[in-house]
Every structure is written in structure tokens, then in C-alpha cells.
């Protein structure tokens, strides 16, 4: 008998050993005007039972009135913030491998030290970024005209998936 309950509970941890953790990046964007896209990122580890976020992060120039001086000047300093607490009107999730999830994090480590410049390498060129990483296994649909503004472009993100 204790060699059967040995045996089941040994097979127990292996299978739990067995569970990997899954990965999903979320694409996020408030409905205000101009409004603002940004990204989150975390995975679920089922070895603890919990959730994990790896952090949210939205592209920002560092003085907010240089977003509109950057049409005429080209770009300013921009900086890649915390975007924990804003409101998310329009989210597309999706679950990626470890592999894609690491391309993502480069890609933020990468955008940490960009400029700003609006339509060229803003919140939504961020995005639009990250996006492209999964361009196998999501429609990325082009930036133009209105869907310059993050919330229609996120919401014409969702329909095409």
C-alpha cells in the first residue's frame, strides 16, 4: 500500500513539474481623444497557482507638450512608462510561446531609449511594434487616416482577430 501511495504522489509532482507557464500580452487602449495605446504583459505560472504581471508599458514624450512640438520639430525625449493604472477601453489579449514573450520584452528593453515623435515612434507605433511579433498569428491591420488615434486602431485590431 505506501509503495502505491508513494508512486501516486511521485506521479503527481512530475505531472505539476510537467505544467509550463503560459504567456499573454495584452494590447490596450483608452477611448479618449487623442487617447493613448500601450501594452501589457504576464503569464501564469501554474507550479504556484498565480498570475504574474511582468509590467505595462505606453510610450510618452517626457514633457507631454512636446507631443503636438514634434509634428513641426521631429522628435523630442521620449520615455516608456508605467501604464498599470490607465483605463483600458479596448483590450486584445493573446497567449504566446516563452520564446515570443522574450522577443516582447527585448522589444520594450529596446524602447526605453527611444525618442518620441507622433505617427513615427509614439505610443501606437509601440504597439503596432510589439504587434508585429506575432504577425504569423494575428492580423496586423494598417495605420491610417482616423485609425491613427490608439482607441479606433485597437478597436479595428479586435475585429480583424
Known amino acids: 500500500m505506501k509503495k502505491i501511495v508513494f508512486t501516486l504522489i511521485l506521479g503527481f509532482f512530475q505531472l505539476v513539474s510537467l505544467a509550463q507557464d503560459k504567456y499573454f500580452v495584452s494590447f490596450c487602449a483608452d477611448g479618449g481623444v487623442p487617447g493613448h495605446a500601450f501594452i501589457s504583459i504576464g503569464r501564469e505560472s501554474p507550479s504556484s497557482s498565480s498570475s504574474i504581471s511582468d509590467g505595462t508599458w505606453g510610450l510618452y514624450p517626457v514633457n507631454s507638450f512636446d507631443a503636438v512640438k514634434s509634428i513641426i520639430i521631429g522628435e523630442v525625449p521620449g520615455q516608456l512608462r508605467d501604464d498599470f493604472l490607465r483605463n ?74
Do not use: H
Not at 505617427?119 to 508585429?132: G, Q, T
Open 88 to 161: 483600458r477601453d479596448y483590450t486584445y489579449t493573446i497567449e504566446v510561446t516563452e520564446s515570443e514573450y522574450n522577443r516582447v520584452k527585448s522589444t520594450i528593453s529596446r524602447w526605453k531609449s527611444k525618442n518620441y515623435e507622433l505617427k513615427e515612434s509614439d505610443c501606437l507605433s509601440f504597439v503596432m511594434e510589439v504587434a508585429n511579433i506575432f504577425s504569423g498569428k494575428i492580423n496586423i491591420p494598417s495605420r491610417s487616416g482616423l485609425e491613427n488615434f490608439p482607441a479606433k486602431y485597437l478597436k479595428k485590431l479586435i475585429d480583424a482577430n
